[in-house]
């Protein structure tokens, strides 16, 4: 079946624009996921969707950063502003439910890069 | 979260077994160990769980000694394709994952 799909591949913008990164989840996952993964480090959490509402924003850096998911299904990272530090790959993952034990699909993620 | 070491880098040959031990001194009782492994411009893949003792699939073993402060992942027969980086998580009743730096395998011809 079709995996987590993420929108654009790569992004590249000038500082001080506002970009939306999209992402597209396992049909039936509740649960939705929002990481960063800076040049060799390991993803960072962003943000923990459950259903439509966002159950832990704690890893978004700061206000610049916001995360919807209307529907329950696909979900759309907004970056406000954007500055050079926020170049990275973006890194989507779903799961059944919450990740207790349910392993966590990511998808390719997005390339940001901000000039 | 319970804190993980493992080695930053490993260098293997095709066909030889690769061992990444990960180090977890103040595993919790009810923490799981998961390994994930991610290549190059792609999300992580979750390999391997477990609790204690032993498990296997088709991809990988996981070692768990009874003290469960370290577990080992053993990848048999290694190819070129599985050069990645492989990522140690210990956590419970967590939607973080935190990955931590990883164990970058490079297997050579």
């Known amino acids: 079946g079709a995996g987590v799909s993420q929108t654009p591949s790569n992004k590249v913008t000038e500082k001080g624009k506002y970009v939306e990164l999209r992402c597209d989840p396992i049909s039936g996952h509740t649960a939705l996921y929002w990481y960063r993964q800076s040049l060799g480090q390991g993803p960072e959490f962003l943000i923990y969707?459950?259903?439509?509402?966002?159950?832990?924003d704690s890893g978004l850096p700061n206000d610049r950063f916001f995360a919807v998911r209307p529907e329950g299904s696909v979900s759309t990272l907004k970056i406000q502003r954007t500055e050079r530090g926020d170049s990275a790959m973006y890194l989507c993952a779903s799961s059944l439910g919450m990740a207790e034990y349910n392993e966590q699909f990511f998808g390719p993620g997005t390339r940001l890069t901000v000039l | 979260l319970a804190k993980t070491t493992q080695p930053i880098s490993m260098d293997s040959y095709e066909g030889q077994e690769v061992n990444i031990t990960c180090s977890h001194n103040n595993i919790a009782t009810n923490d799981y160990i998961t390994w994930y492994q991610q290549f190059p411009s792609q999300g992580p893949r979750f390999i391997i769980q477990g609790y204690k003792t032993k498990v296997t699939n088709e991809v990988a073993s996981l070692f768990i000694p009874a003290d469960r402060k370290s577990s080992t992942l053993s990848l048999p027969r290694v190819s070129l394709s599985d050069t990645a980086v492989y990522y140690c998580?210990?956590?419970?009743?967590?939607?973080?994952?935190?990955f931590g730096a990883g164990t970058t395998v490079t297997v050579r011809a």
């Open positions: 969707f459950q259903g439509t509402g966002a159950a832990d």
């Open positions: 998580l210990v956590a419970i009743n967590d939607y973080k994952l935190s």
